[in-house]
């Protein structure tokens, strides 16, 4: 940075003439007129606001960077602004103007930075980049400029107004001359917007023909395929009677007869699944049910699954890969599956000798699924026609093989729905490579619709989005997956997940509510997580709110030494984040858990699971006396039968709920009742986990226990306890 000049203010004549040097400078930077007069009114508002309301300042005129750029700072040691953000944010003016003028300068600068702080002051940083055209001034350039600027005597302040008039004018002439042309342009706009209106009128029949068209395909093949399915299905059903021997033995040539029946009708019937799968993408009427899998277990699925597709003695190998470093998927594993088996299934009937070989690689935040195979390829000129309705392309196998033609088309569809796509590699004689690019989030869910929202576009919501009985937990997390873990995680707990992808994000959620804890990734892209902590706990408004790091480094040392109160290292399974997060939120806080229960073994059986642990346990042996104790002793969470006399469990849930004073205390359902689906819903609304006490294994009894527990918000000993 190189200081071009500096100029302090003390009387109202400074501030002229600080808009007399800066037209100078610029002037001599190579600045066009319109940009000096640009660069002159903005510095003689904000020099004139550091005279008003500060008594004088000092205004540094500078050339920084490359490509260079023409800086001024102006500073002032006032009182300072008290509404600055919400001046810049342009909701407040004085009555003086002063929010106005400042944000008439703001845009008239490429670059404008205010700071202000009560008592110290205020410094405003704003710069205009040189025009390209202009070559870069060198160091003894600049103190030319300096030297010439300082010879230069201050012009009468009166020449500097009739100046300052000559400009407005000249751009009130300009405006004029705009106005003029928009006039004309309004003109020929609204010429053309009626040969729109009727373009568009004639587009909206012909599209209403087509929809209607649409709709009557659609409907004719939905109808015929289920027209189909039923006599097939009888065929299908009527030939494996005949084979198996059912109503007597079979000659030879009527097996060979029967086999020949049920090849057909097999065809027929893939061909009618395929219509109607189609019928129903290009209707919209099929329904997307994303839920969360492992690539791992889809792929172990499909290798049972099309083993039977290999012909014994054939000289073609079936390779799946597992997966590696890929964790879960939310999307729809049933269409995924379908669009793996039909790559899979075309690549094993063309390929003669060999293998076939299928891959998945996570990029991002996609997964690549890959099916190669060894077989006969496909010819340029054809690897775009594959993918329409019903093509077949001729090929010495084609006549040995059966197929509809609808499988890839149906498979390019299916891959689209889930928001991914379809390429296809090939050379002929070498082989084919048919890749499907699957978001590891369906796009279009509305589970997560939420959380992947970003956080500018719900400032208003943040609160209202938050339940009144989880506690809410801040994530700084710039992947989108990784988000998605975290929800999962905190699903059902006594926390809610906040999510946040960059620190801009995260700052406003935290003008907006006062998190439980913080989960703080370091390893943000384009932002340093380092600096985030120590703002945070360099703020006496949030340096309280515990913050639990959780990076791919092993730098935990760095993370305590700036403040962070927990460390973890990625991947983070679940009862591990839980029960850290407990321990931060509830660390020196005693720990009571309410038993609710008319068995006194059972309530001596939980007592012992305890036994080991910091926790204080309280015991109800009936409702009433029950709803007594969570009033009166506030426990951390509360363990419920539902089949107790006189009043149940159900009721016991219903007043814990309806009482501001227990309606936020988590509570586990754990009884032997028998449910049905309702009741489980219903349950499940108001409760952080339903146990049976009828579990087979006293193991597993006791880690779903330990589960439901460390859900609530419990802080177990998981590394040191077996039991609970």
Request: net charge negative; glycine share 6%.
């Amino acid at each position: 940075m190189t200081i071009v000049f500096t100029l302090e203010i003390h009387y109202e004549q400074d501030v002229v003439q600080a808009r007399q040097r800066t037209r100078e400078i610029a002037e001599q930077l190579g600045f066009d007129t319109q940009d000096q007069a640009r660069l002159a009114t903005a510095v003689s508002e904000i020099a004139r606001n550091a005279f008003q309301y500060a008594r004088g300042g000092t205004v540094e005129f500078c050339v920084i960077g490359e490509p260079q750029a023409f800086l001024i700072r102006i500073q002032d040691q006032g009182g300072g602004i008290p509404h600055l953000a919400e001046v810049l944010a342009g909701r407040y003016t004085s009555v003086t103007g002063v929010g106005l003028g400042i944000m008439g300068s703001r845009k008239l600068m490429d670059f404008f930075e205010m700071e202000s702080l009560p008592g110290q002051g205020t410094t405003v940083v704003m710069s205009k980049r040189l025009s390209k055209r202009t070559p870069t001034f060198s160091d003894s350039q600049l103190q030319q400029i300096r030297e010439t600027v300082m010879k230069r005597s201050p012009q009468n302040p009166y020449e500097e107004i009739q100046r300052q008039n000559q400009e407005l004018l000249r751009a009130m002439a300009e405006l004029r001359k705009r106005e003029e042309e928009l006039t004309q342009l309004n003109r020929e706009l609204e010429d053309t917007n009626r040969g729109v209106v009727a373009l568009y009128a004639e587009l909206d029949e012909k599209a209403d023909s087509l929809q209607k068209v649409n709709e009557l395909k659609t409907r004719f093949l939905s109808n015929m395929s289920h027209e189909f399915r039923t006599p097939l299905n009888s065929i299908l059903s009527l030939s494996r009677m005949l084979l198996a021997r059912m109503d007597g033995d079979l000659t030879a040539e009527q097996e060979k007869q029967v086999k020949f029946i049920q090849k057909g009708a097999s065809g027929l019937s893939e061909l009618v699944n395929d219509l109607l799968d189609l019928a129903k993408v290009e209707a919209g009427k099929i329904e997307v049910r994303p839920s969360s899998f492992e690539v791992s277990d889809l792929f172990a699925t499909l290798r049972g699954m099309l083993r039977p597709l290999l012909v014994q003695g054939s000289s073609v190998a079936l390779i799946v890969e597992e997966p590696d470093g890929i964790g879960q998927i939310y999307s729809d594993e049933g269409k995924v599956a379908q669009i793996l088996r039909n790559f899979i299934s075309n690549a094993l009937k063309f390929t003669e000798q060999g293998e076939v070989r299928v891959t998945a690689v996570q990029r991002g935040h996609t997964v690549i699924f890959s099916v190669s195979d060894t077989g006969i390829g496909i010819a340029t000129a054809d690897q775009e026609r594959i993918f329409e309705d019903f093509v077949q392309i001729e090929s010495p196998l084609q006549k040995q093989v059966k197929g509809t033609g609808l499988g890839l088309p149906l498979s390019r569809k299916l891959t689209e729905l889930l928001g991914g796509s379809i390429s296809v590699r090939s050379k002929l004689g070498e082989g084919s490579t048919f890749t499907a690019s699957i978001p590891i989030i369906y796009p279009h869910g509305t589970e997560f619709s939420t959380l992947l929202q970003p956080m500018t576009d719900r400032r208003s919501e943040t609160i209202a989005l938050l339940e009144q009985t989880r506690l809410p937990i801040l994530a700084v997390e710039d992947h989108l997956e990784t988000l998605f873990i975290y929800e999962k995680h905190l699903q059902e707990s006594t926390y809610q997940l906040i999510a946040t992808r960059t620190l801009a994000q995260a700052r406003l959620a935290l003008q907006q509510l006062q998190p439980a804890a913080i989960m703080l990734d370091i390893m943000l892209e384009g932002q340093n997580g380092w600096t985030f902590l120590r703002e945070i706990k360099g703020d006496e408004t949030t340096r309280t709110i515990p913050v639990l790091v959780i990076t791919i480094i092993d730098n935990e040392k760095q993370a305590l030494a700036l403040g962070a109160n927990g460390f973890l290292i990625k991947p983070v399974d679940r009862l591990p984040l839980l029960n850290k997060l407990n321990t931060l939120i509830n660390q020196n806080k005693l720990q009571k858990i309410l038993l609710i229960d008319d068995d006194p073994a059972y309530r001596y059986l939980v007592k012992q699971l305890l036994v080991n642990t910091q926790l204080s346990v309280l015991e109800a042996m009936n409702g009433w006396e029950g709803l007594n104790l969570a009033q009166c002793e506030q426990p951390t969470a509360i363990v419920l039968d539902l089949e107790m006399p006189e009043f149940s469990g159900f009721d016991v849930l219903k007043q814990l709920k309806s009482n501001p004073v227990t309606q936020s205390i988590p509570v586990i359902i754990h009884s032997s009742a028998q449910l049905d689906a309702e009741a489980q819903s219903q349950l499940a609304k108001t409760s952080i986990a339903i146990l049976s006490k009828e579990t087979g294994s006293q193991m597993a009894a006791n880690a779903q226990l330990q589960d439901a527990l460390i859900k609530a918000g419990l802080v177990l000993d998981i590394c040191g306890q077996s039991h609970v």
